[in-house]
């Protein structure tokens, strides 16, 4: 059985970029070609294909980078967030993203501070308990090269 946000999760973990790219566009890239093959392979421990799922580029202003399953899961990904700058347009892109799908994941990539890494960890969780939603989720993968 198909659970599309895990195993979304799951393969966004597993996923190692090609190559250190200078261009959040190709990491976008490199991870929309991953998670095609990787979500659209064989079920573990079977021989039976899984049920196919659409992953797409999101060509519309507004919404998340990569489209899982029509929309259940949106993937923003974010390249060398340096400053606080930074994590409060993410933060306003993620709270406009929370109406349009059912959970997000944010995928760090780049160059990260940690002062602003543990600052969007606290944003996130504000946008979470300040939900309609208790059930939907955010949650955030590092990909990136960690700088103080």
């Keep these: 059985m198909l659970n599309t946000f895990n195993d979304t999760l799951m393969a966004v973990n597993k996923w190692k970029p090609v190559q250190h790219y200078s261009d959040e566009l190709k990491y976008r890239d490199d991870l929309l070609k991953y998670l095609i093959k990787e979500l659209n392979s064989t079920a573990p421990y079977t021989y039976m294909p899984r049920e196919k799922i659409s992953i797409r580029l999101q060509e519309i202003t507004g919404l998340c980078d990569i489209t899982v399953a029509q929309r ?66 955010i949650k955030l993968i590092r990909k990136d090269i960690n700088i103080t």
Excluded: P
């Design 72 to 137: 259940a899961v949106g993937i923003k990904m974010r390249m060398d967030l340096t400053e606080k700058s930074d994590v409060d347009r993410l933060i306003g892109q993620l709270v406009g993203y929370k109406s349009e799908y059912d959970d997000i994941i944010v995928v760090l990539v780049g160059k990260t501070d940690e002062k602003a890494y543990e600052y969007l960890k606290s944003q996130i969780s504000t946008i979470i308990d300040n939900s309609y939603s208790a059930k939907q989720r």
